[in-house]
């Protein structure tokens, strides 16, 4: 019963998000922007808002029984428990910043978790027309091709991407900036795309080798990623090396052969 349930899940968001948000977005991208802020530099805009009613619409009329987790409605309404029931973790736009400057590295991310556990993921970025997808124990696929992380073995040759976070406290900065000065002595380079979900997706499909985020913003960011990370071959774990937490607001990911050394590699830089 699971697979052909989960299958369905993958089909119906695959399908709803090329038709519904990613037109959402392809049109306000191209628009000027009404900008509100959620934080110090946390944004949001009408389309995110606009995407998540979309989203939460069409899935809550085939899906009465699931639970519904979305970054604006918990941003509007408070922390939302994550149950052990299925559950849908909505982005509607992760890379909000991006999307008000123009800058095409963004995408609506759908999560489907059970028991906690990360089952459907679908991340598609409308601007690049790339759609990531994932069902636990199917693989994982882009635009319909399987995909694989990468075989890189060496830190020093890994490409690795992370992001500052949400943050602007001096000690925070501090912190997050002489990590990442101390990670650039390790790795080839650093990039920071500006979504977490798109980062996840480039270690499954191998354009990334390595990847950390502390303090972003929810389940929402991870859930879809998550599973299309592991269902490509790579692993998902706490930056810590203890196994990965949907609601713990830290993420590391990597093919299996970096792992160990990333993770010796973080705490180094602590």
């Given at each position: 019963?699971?697979?052909h349930?989960?299958?369905?899940?993958?089909?119906?968001?695959?399908?709803?998000?090329l038709?519904?948000?990613?037109k959402?977005?392809?049109?306000?991208?191209y628009?000027?922007?009404?900008?509100?802020?959620?934080?110090q530099v946390?944004?949001?805009?009408?389309?995110?808002?606009k995407?998540?009613?979309?989203?939460?619409?069409?899935?809550?009329?085939?899906?009465?029984?699931?639970?519904?987790?979305?970054?604006?409605t918990?941003?509007?309404?408070?922390a939302?428990?994550?149950?052990?029931?299925?559950?849908?973790?909505?982005?509607?736009?992760?890379g909000?910043?991006?999307?008000?400057?123009g800058?095409?590295?963004?995408?609506?991310?759908?999560?489907?978790?059970?028991?906690r556990?990360?089952?459907?993921?679908?991340?598609?970025?409308?601007?690049?027309?790339?759609?990531?997808?994932?069902?636990?124990g199917?693989?994982?696929?882009?635009?319909?091709?399987?995909?694989?992380?990468?075989?890189?073995?060496e830190l020093?040759?890994?490409?690795?991407?992370?992001?500052?976070?949400t943050k602007?406290?001096?000690?925070?900065?501090?912190e997050?900036t002489?990590?990442?000065?101390?990670?650039?002595?390790?790795?080839?380079?650093?990039?920071?795309?500006?979504?977490?979900?798109?980062n996840?997706?480039?270690?499954?499909?191998g354009?990334?080798?390595?990847?950390?985020?502390?303090?972003?913003?929810?389940?929402w960011?991870?859930?879809?990623?998550?599973?299309?990370?592991?269902?490509?071959?790579?692993l998902?774990?706490?930056?810590?090396?203890?196994?990965?937490?949907?609601?713990?607001?830290?993420i590391?990911?990597?093919?299996?052969?970096?792992?160990?050394?990333?993770i010796e590699?973080?705490?180094?830089?602590?």
């Amino acid at each position: 019963l699971w697979p052909h349930y989960l299958l369905f899940c993958s089909i119906f968001c695959h399908l709803f998000d090329l038709t519904s948000a990613s037109k959402v977005i392809k049109h306000g991208f191209y628009l000027t922007k009404h900008v509100e802020h959620k934080g110090q530099v946390d944004l949001v805009t009408e389309t995110d808002k606009k995407c998540e009613k979309l989203i939460f619409d069409h899935l809550k009329q085939h899906f009465p029984e699931h639970k519904f987790v979305g970054e604006e409605t918990t941003a509007a309404y408070g922390a939302t428990e994550l149950t052990e029931e299925p559950t849908w973790i909505v982005d509607p736009l992760d890379g909000t910043t991006n999307f008000v400057h123009g800058f095409p590295f963004l995408c609506v991310s759908i999560g489907l978790t059970i028991g906690r556990i990360p089952m459907v993921g679908v991340v598609y970025n409308p601007i690049m027309d790339e759609l990531f997808t994932a069902i636990h124990g199917k693989g994982a696929f882009l635009n319909g091709k399987a995909i694989k992380v990468s075989s890189q073995t060496e830190l020093v040759k890994a490409l690795l991407a992370t992001e500052v976070g949400t943050k602007r406290d001096k000690a925070t900065v501090d912190e997050t900036t002489n990590r990442i000065n101390s990670l650039l002595f390790k790795v080839r380079s650093l990039r920071m795309s500006g979504s977490c979900a798109l980062n996840l997706c480039g270690i499954a499909c191998g354009r990334l080798d390595l990847f950390y985020e502390l303090g972003f913003g929810g389940p929402w960011d991870v859930a879809a990623g998550a599973v299309i990370v592991t269902e490509a071959g790579g692993l998902v774990f706490d930056p810590s090396g203890k196994d990965f937490d949907i609601t713990s607001q830290r993420i590391a990911a990597s093919n299996p052969l970096l792992k160990d050394g990333f993770i010796e590699t973080l705490k180094q830089s602590e």
